[in-house]
C-alpha cells in the first residue's frame, strides 16, 4: 500500500498523470459512495440492495434542464480543465527535446579560450552582477540573491584546457575544508540552484568587491533540507560530518521522480 502512495505521489505533479489519478479517484470513491448510500437505503427503508441501487441508477439518469449560458460556462470550464495540463504537457516535451537538441550541439562545439586569468575574469562577473557595490553587502530576498547567482556564474564559466593560456575553469567554491572549481550552474527554483551537482537552498548571499580587484569573493548561505530518507542519518551522524567537513550533506540521484 505503501508502494502504491509513493507512486501516485511521484506522478502527482505530472501533467497528464495528474489527470489519470484523478480519474481513477474520483471514479473508484463515486462507486463507493454510491454503494454505500443504496446500503444505508436499503436499511433505512427494508428494501433489497438491488432495490435501493435502482433507485440511484434512476435518479442519475434523470433529465435536468439547465440554461444555456449556465451550460457554456461549463464546457469552457471543462475544457480549461481539461486541455490546459495537456498543453503544459507538449510545452515540456518541446523543452525537453529543445534542451536534448542544445545540449547535443553544445557537447559537439569545442570549448572556447579563457579570455583572462581568473582573477580579472571574476572581478569583471562581480561587476556585472554586483554593480557598485565597493563593501561587504547582503542580499536577504533569495529569490534576488539567486537572480545575482545567475548573473555571476552565467556561461561560459568552463574553458579548453588545452588550448587557453590562463585556467580553464577560472571561478571556484570553498566549504569547510573542501574546494573545488565551478563548471556548471544552474537555477532550478524561485531559491534552489545546482551548483556542479550539488543543490542548493539560498537564504541568502553576501558580495564584497574590494579597491584590490584580486580580492573579490561571494559569501552563500544555504537553508538546510530535509533528509531523502536513504541514508537515514540521525543527529550524531550529522553533528559528526560538520565537526569533520563543515557541513553535513547526503549523495543521490533522482531519475524519473524517483531518489535512488
Known amino acids: 500500500m505503501n508502494k502504491i502512495f509513493l507512486k501516485i ?3 502527482w505533479s505530472d501533467p497528464v ?3 489519470v489519478i484523478a480519474t481513477i479517484i474520483i471514479s473508484v470513491g463515486g462507486s463507493i459512495l454510491a454503494m454505500l448510500y443504496s446500503f444505508a437505503l436499503s436499511l433505512y427503508y427494508s428494501i433489497s440492495f438491488s432495490e435501493a441501487f435502482g433507485v440511484i441508477t434512476t435518479f442519475l439518469n434523470e433529465t435536468v434542464e439547465i440554461k444555456i449560458w449556465l451550460f457554456l460556462v461549463l464546457l469552457v470550464t471543462y475544457f480549461i480543465l ?3 495540463p495537456f498543453i503544459e504537457f507538449a510545452k515540456n516535451i518541446k523543452l525537453k527535446v529543445k534542451n536534448y537538441y542544445n545540449s547535443s550541439n553544445a557537447e559537439k562545439q569545442e570549448l572556447p579560450s579563457a579570455p583572462s586569468h581568473s582573477t580579472p575574469f571574476f572581478n569583471h562577473r562581480m561587476a556585472s552582477a554586483f554593480p557598485g557595490i565597493r563593501e561587504l553587502t547582503w542580499f536577504e530576498n533569495p529569490t534576488e540573491a539567486t537572480k545575482r547567482l545567475e ?3 552565467r556561461k561560459p564559466i568552463k574553458f579548453d584546457p588545452v588550448n587557453s593560456k590562463f585556467e580553464s575553469r577560472p571561478i571556484w567554491w570553498f566549504r569547510g575544508g573542501r574546494a573545488l572549481y565551478i563548471e556548471e550552474f544552474k537555477k532550478m527554483g524561485r ?3 545546482l551548483m556542479n551537482h550539488d543543490q542548493l537552498k539560498v ?3 553576501a558580495a564584497y568587491q574590494s579597491a584590490s580587484y584580486y580580492k573579490d569573493f561571494v559569501y ?3 537553508v538546510g533540507e530535509k533528509q531523502t ?3 537515514s542519518l540521525d543527529k550524531d551522524d550529522i553533528k559528526r560530518h560538520i565537526d569533520t567537513y563543515g557541513y553535513s550533506r547526503e549523495e543521490y540521484g533522482i531519475i524519473k521522480n524517483k531518489i535512488g
Do not use: H, P, Q
Open 9 to 11: 505521489k511521484e506522478n
Open 17 to 19: 498523470w495528474s489527470i
Open 82 to 84: 481539461v486541455f490546459t
Open 151 to 153: 548573473i555571476l556564474l
Open 191 to 193: 531559491r534552489k540552484v
Open 203 to 205: 537564504k541568502r548571499i
Open 220 to 222: 552563500v548561505e544555504v
Open 229 to 231: 530518507g536513504l541514508y
